[in-house]
T-cell receptor, first 115, second 111 residues
């Protein structure tokens, strides 16, 4: 089955450590996105990528880094520079076009807790 | 001003009621528009796309007003199972296919 997979579902890290969240899709989508969601809040865009080896900062990129070496994969690293890393992280993908029916599909998310 | 704005709610309505949500967007170059539904502690899922001419899917009706830069979602005969957060989503071409979410409107349907 085609889909988008995030792993792990729950992640605990000590303060000061970098951590990498995985996002893999087999939908042949060009565009991939990372969002952060805090309790009772909406989704805020961290980074997005339209094609391999290219990505752009979203609204809250500070303290995060990404890579897009393969079309299927868009890992997110939460660095020690991110002041409040505890959150729910969601990865999404979609076709690159802007047609009205090109919906974004989401992974099930990773809940990161930094202690 | 946020790129996409929604009333956060919560909207508490009785079962069977009609409820409407609005969403405004600031980028006049926005290309496509969607409503997503998010259940508690789950990922968002597409509810419906929003077409310029307006579109309906069962009890749900979406409208787009480009001149005033807002989209709306109408839910008729609301069910307990409609309780969720509804997110409006806007795609803009400036910056390369950026996908921006509103903060979401929480709906609680009660007996």
């Amino acid at each position: 089955d085609g889909g988008i997979t995030q792993s792990p579902k729950y992640l605990f890290r000590k303060e000061g450590q970098n951590v990498t969240l995985s996002c893999e899709q087999n939908l042949n989508h060009d565009a991939m996105y990372w969002y952060r969601q805090d309790p009772g809040q909406g989704l805020r865009l961290i980074y997005y990528s339209q094609i391999v080896n290219d990505f752009q900062k979203g609204d809250i990129a500070e303290g995060y880094s990404v890579s897009r070496e393969k079309k299927e994969s868009f890992p997110l690293t939460v660095t020690s520079a991110q002041k409040n890393p505890t959150a729910f992280y969601l990865c999404a993908s979609k076709y690159r076009g802007w047609d009205r029916d090109t919906e974004a599909f989401f992974g099930q998310g990773t809940r990161l807790t930094v202690v | 001003r946020k790129e996409v704005e929604q009333d956060p709610g919560p909207f508490n309505v009785p079962e069977g009621a009609t409820v409407a949500f609005n969403c405004t967007y600031s980028n006049s170059a926005s290309q496509s528009f969607f409503w997503y539904r998010q259940d508690c502690r789950k990922e968002p899922k597409l509810l419906m796309s929003v077409y310029s001419s307006g579109n309906e899917d069962g009890r749900f009706t979406a409208q787009l007003n480009r001149a005033s830069q807002y989209i709306s979602l109408l839910i008729r005969d609301s069910k307990l199972s409609d309780s969720a957060t509804y997110l409006c989503v806007v795609t803009s071409t400036g910056g390369g296919n950026k996908l921006t979410f509103g903060t979401g409107t929480q709906l609680k349907v009660e007996l």
